[in-house]
Structure formats: C-alpha cells, structure tokens
C-alpha cells in the first residue's frame, strides 16, 4: 500500500538507530559530574530542578551531535528501501538516494547522478551549518549555566578561592586540623 509504505521504511529506520543513539546519550549521563547533582540537593533541588538545571544543559552537546547526526542519516536512508521496496509501490519510497542510485546505474546517466549527489551533499551540508549557527547563538545560554553551576561548585568545595596563607592550605587539605596546628 502507498501510503504505508514510507511509515514502514521510517520504523525501520528509527529502529536501525535508536540503539546508537542510546548509547551515545548514556555516555553523555556518564559525563556529568555526579558532585553537581550532590551540591545541587545540598543547596535543596529537588530531582526535576536538578534535571532542567543540570542534567538537560549538560546533555544539550550530545544532542546536538545526535540530531547532526540523525539529520544527515534521514537524508541517506538506501538500504531498506532497496531491500525491502524498491521505490514503490508506485514511487511511494523514492527518497533522494534512492533516486541518485537508480539514475546512475539503472540509467546509466552517470553525469546527471553525480549532479545530484552533489545538491543532496550542499543540502547536508547547509543543514548541518544551519544546526550549528542555531546552537551557537542558543548554546551560549547552556554554556553560562554550566560554567555558573561548575563555579558554584568549586565555591562549595572551597576551590578558586585565594588563599591566605600556608595554615588556610592546610586547613583545607586535612579539615579536621586546627588553627595553630602548623
């Protein structure tokens, strides 16, 4: 049937994939310190506060690679509809690559082929450079909650304060120390 066709390849697709894609996102939860979580609660987040503030800004570069990535693999999806379909029924599946392919080596009009390949490459390619335009002017608000965040932890800690002298160094090596211990 036509108009179920191209929802079967795009399952096929999201399927292919979704475990990619997971695995990329769990080494991303991975990267993220667990001592902002922990100064977070401290400081009294609650576990949706923690997620919005932390956890979600902190994942936005894995994101952007992954939808970079997902992009570009929507526009070269070949393999199942050449298995599965051929581009029917009646054209309903004739996506971009697809198109190219049989062009160059059905019809042999290997000029015209390459001609395309070359706008499907520009395509990408703008998408791609219209993502990272978009995530650079959106992505600096994500990088300033990540640096305040990190600084705020470093000020919990005591890091990135000056010190006073070699007892305050002591101090914050051993805090069970005291005063005039030195």
């Known amino acids: 049937d036509p108009s179920t066709a191209m929802i079967a390849i795009v399952i096929i697709a999201i399927w292919k994939s979704v475990g990619f894609q997971m695995v990329i996102w769990l080494a991303g939860l991975q990267g993220i310190p667990v001592e902002l979580h922990e100064a977070a609660q401290i400081d009294g987040a609650n576990r949706r506060q923690s997620f919005f503030r932390i ?4 994942l936005a570069p894995t994101t952007f690679f992954l939808a970079i990535t997902g992009v570009i693999g929507s526009f070269q999806v070949f393999s199942p509809i050449y298995v599965i379909t051929g581009g029917g029924p009646r054209g309903s599946t004739d996506v971009v690559v697809y198109h190219i392919y049989t062009r160059a080596f059905e019809a042999y009009d290997m000029g015209y082929a390459a ?9 990408i390619f703008a998408a791609t450079l219209i993502q990272v335009w978009y995530r650079r002017h959106q992505g600096e608000d994500a990088r300033g909650a990540q640096d305040a965040a990190i600084a705020d932890l470093k000020v919990a800690v ?5 010190l006073a002298d070699a007892q305050d160094v002591h101090m914050r090596l051993d805090p069970v120390a005291r005063p005039g211990a030195l």
């Open 55 to 58: 956890t979600l800004p902190l």
């Open 115 to 123: 001609s395309q390949a070359w706008v499907l490459f520009a395509v």
């Open 158 to 162: 005591g890091i990135g304060q000056p």
